[in-house]
């Protein structure tokens, strides 16, 4: 009855410290492909976006990441400047792809978003 006791124990150890493993270190970003895919898992209920619409957006919400990331690569935040030609460029596609009232639901969660990140 110890032994099991004891494996039990040791199972559950090892599976909490695989388990902080796996989550990203303070500071260190999610894969590009884990950011898509939970920014389009958000997004798909708010806009009610259709399958086609989620598969359009993968591409560019891959490459707004990517080039967020490679600003980053120096340790350092990008500029407003850059991260605003960034997302003009992303919102630039993204019209392209969303209804009107769909862009502008868009917006809206994103300077929500935004408000509770500034207080």
Known sequence: MQIAKL????????CIQFAAQAQPKPGQQL???ER?????ERLKPELNLNAQQV?????????????MDKL?????QPTTEERTKLIDKRDS???TILQA????KLKALEEEVQRKIVY
């Open 7 to 14: 494996w039990i124990l040791i199972i559950t150890a090892c």
């Open 31 to 33: 894969p590009v492909a």
């Open 36 to 40: 898509v895919s939970r920014t389009l």
């Open 55 to 67: 598969k359009d957006m993968t591409p560019v919400y891959r490459t707004f990441y990517t080039d």
């Open 72 to 76: 980053r690569s120096n340790g350092q």
């Open 93 to 95: 596609k993204l019209k």
């Open 101 to 104: 009232t769909q862009f502008a």
